[in-house]
């Protein structure tokens, strides 16, 4: 078994990526996705890299099952079981105060209706000690009525499970009992260990409605991949950016909701290892449909501790992204005269007007195509010829509407569009105090490469990095990353109250407890790390923020008491502008973060093939160039721009001003003129 391969299963294509342990040869490729069995896509382009499943010693993947479940609301039927008098919790939820003022403003509607919601008595103090005890007729019923109209999960949110889960860990015994293999059990405490009722409860329906969906498919695939000899654990991506095997994931569903997309940020981070000095990155992930932004801050990926999917909160370490409706598909058309960009898409059927599927309105794509910036004979490595007709022809009629000439509106529509990614990348760096000139911008996805040097120009950012397979990318990704354990326990102290031993004892606690799941996800004694944080506020605060600890040890030395409220005045500068260090702080919840490292690959350079370049006309600013297009391999020491930089797997645009080498690891390094 010599190859390590990472998967990166898209809504249109399956993207691979095979790393030979015994040469350090990378191949990429990709394979188009087959919704009805994604299993078949997954073995044809296992097939296209040449990877037997006998052959292969690791493998990891992502998957967006549970997020498509979701956004396209064919999840499961789920019954919510919490404690008596608080069944309308996940229904009243909370307002949205940055909407508080839009008439137009809807809640999203619950995933689990009123009528489907059970109460058992049952009661803790918020300190975890028992006042009523559980009713445990009250879930039996609830495990008959699921038996009885067929639903596939049971959600179960007790008050203060959080604080001591014995009345839920009693409820799961219960149904599990009633219910067999047949429901899928979710216990909040197990989902999300945290306060806050609505998050929990939410966190916990999550799970309940994605997990079968999720469970059923990694279930499949596995059994699929050891029919044909696979002899390792199938492992899969978390939102976290860190690894499971596969069994964990489909004991914990929910931290796969983002599984696909983190990848990229994860290879972000493994860029900014390589590339030494670079410790800040922006991630943009440029596709057909959408465009991905994160962040690599000091070489770690911008990890937040909760988040909003769809309208609905989850408590969970989940890498901070923000995406938007802009990509290579995004649809030109007009509105009030005036010229606008997406979000809607023109998709996989029938595609940018380019493609010759049938497609009449102009995309991002088209326009690329009449500014010559795509080579239509060796699109997609030559997989697809382009009609070039057919995009002047749906760029013309769009042209003659708003009354532009057509190569005019080509560029009017990439500039549009290279605008709304720029404010996408503001949304996530200078709205929260971060200035983008201090970062480089890693660009990927079949459309990065072609924009980004245009989206940093913008911004003023001075260096672009282009890295190996861009299309890819994500999947490339997922081949660096941990194996990842979050675990957390409250700890609720005021500042006065605040036992340093205790606080330490409880950390070592996790840290046990973080090392025995890595030990249980085959990580071995010396690949492992344990980091440890806490969540922190002022006296009188609602929310809190998050403050790397040194170890498990130093709440108990002399001086802590200082040092983290110092700390927590810096961060609280840098998130929000201002602190209060005179203020009395209060301590609510540690986190242990369980870290497991596999070996690095050790990437072979690439070899230069010497082919000559293309030239072809491109237009930059209104101005017809004559543009070298070069292919990647064939690419090495510097070029100034204009040029035009094709691949397999994606287009890389170099305007005039700028200039592109290649490294030592194959990346392309693009320094952007202002």
């Known amino acids: 078994m010599t190859f390590r391969v990472a998967m990166d299963i898209g809504g249109t294509f399956t993207d691979v990526v095979r790393y ?36 292969i010693s690791f493998f990891v993947h992502g998957t967006t099952q549970g997020l498509n479940a979701l956004l396209e609301r064919k999840g499961a039927k789920v019954l919510l079981l919490t404690s008596e008098g608080a069944a309308d919790v996940y229904q009243i939820a909370r307002g949205n105060r940055t909407r508080m003022f839009d008439l137009r403003y809807r809640k999203p509607v619950p995933l689990v209706p009123r009528e489907r919601v ?11 000690r028992e006042l009523v005890p559980l009713d ?192 290579g598909g995004s649809l030109a058309y007009a509105e009030a005269g005036a010229l606008r960009v997406g979000p809607e ?24 195509v009449v500014l010559g910036r795509v080579d239509p004979e060796w699109f997609a490595g030559g997989l697809m010829s382009l009609d070039v007709g057919a995009a002047r022809a749906a760029v013309s009629g769009l042209a003659g509407e708003l009354g532009m000439e057509p190569v005019r509106l080509a ?121 440890h944080a806490v969540d922190m506020r002022y006296e009188g605060q609602d929310y809190t923020l998050t403050i790397p600890l040194l170890s498990a040890e130093e709440p108990a030395s002399p001086g802590f008491l200082e040092r983290i409220a110092a700390r927590y005045a810096e961060a609280h500068t840098a998130r929000y502008g201002h602190a209060t260090p005179e203020a009395a702080v209060e301590f609510v919840l540690l986190r242990s973060t369980g870290l497991g490292s596999f070996p690095r690959a050790q990437a072979a350079p690439p070899v230069v093939q010497e082919q000559a370049a293309a030239v072809r006309t491109v237009v930059f600013d209104g101005v017809e160039y004559d543009t070298p297009v070069v292919r990647r391999a064939a690419l090495s020491g510097q070029l100034s721009g204009p040029a035009v930089v094709v691949e397999e797997t994606a287009t890389t645009v170099v305007p005039p001003g700028c200039l592109v080498s290649v490294d030592e690891f194959g990346f392309l390094i693009i320094k952007v003129a202002s």
Request: hydrophobic share 45%.
């Open 136 to 327: 445990e007729a009250a879930v039996r019923r609830a495990a008959r009525r699921a038996l009885a109209e067929g639903f596939d999960a049971v959600a179960v949110c007790l008050l203060f499970s959080y604080a001591d889960p014995v009345h839920e860990v009693r409820a799961g015994e219960i149904l599990r009992e009633e219910l067999g293999d047949r429901v899928l059990v979710v216990l909040s405490h197990e989902a999300a260990r945290e306060w806050r009722e609505y998050e929990r409860t939410s966190s916990a329906v999550l799970e309940a409605y994605t997990g079968p969906v999720v469970r059923r498919y990694l279930a499949g695939i596995g059994a699929r991949f050891a029919e044909r000899g696979l002899g390792v654990a199938v492992h899969v991506m978390q939102s976290s950016g860190g690894l499971v095997n596969a069994a964990h994931a489909m004991a914990r569903p929910l931290q796969t909701l983002l599984s696909g997309p983190v990848g990229g940020t994860m290879g972000g981070v493994a860029v900014a290892r390589l590339l030494g000095g670079r410790r800040n990155a922006i991630c943009v992930d440029m596709g057909g449909t959408s465009f991905d932004v994160s962040l690599v801050v000091d070489g770690r990926p911008d990890i937040a501790t909760e988040a909003s999917i769809e309208g609905f909160p989850v408590l969970m370490p989940i890498v901070n992204l923000h995406t938007i409706g802009a990509g």
């Open 118 to 128: 059970m109460e058992a008595g049952g009661r803790l103090d918020w300190r975890g």
């Open 345 to 368: 898409s023109a998709g996989a059927v029938p595609g940018p007007a380019c493609y010759g599927r049938g497609g009449l309105r102009p995309t991002v794509t088209d326009a690329n």
């Open 20 to 55: 030979d342990e015994r040469s350090g040869q990378v191949v990429a490729s990709k394979a188009p996705s087959t919704p009805g069995d994604l299993a078949e896509g997954v073995f044809a382009a296992l097939d296209r890299v040449g990877a037997d499943p006998a052959d």
């Open 411 to 531: 560029e009017g529509i990439c500039q549009v569009a290279n605008a709304k990614m720029a404010q996408a990348i503001r949304t996530i760096t200078v709205e929260h105090g971060i200035e983008p000139r201090e970062f480089s911008l890693v660009a990927f996805g079949g459309a990065g490469a072609m924009h980004a040097a245009f989206i940093a120009r913008e911004l003023g950012i001075g260096e672009v990095v282009v890295p190996r397979f861009p299309g890819a990318f994500s999947a490339w990704g997922m081949l660096e990353a941990d194996v990842r354990r979050d675990l957390t326990e409250p700890h609720f102290r005021a500042q006065d109250d605040l036992d340093g031993g205790a606080m330490a004892q409880a950390l070592a606690r996790l840290e046990a407890a973080a090392s025995r799941e890595l030990a249980g996800q085959g990580v071995a004694d010396d690949r492992r790390r344990v980091e």
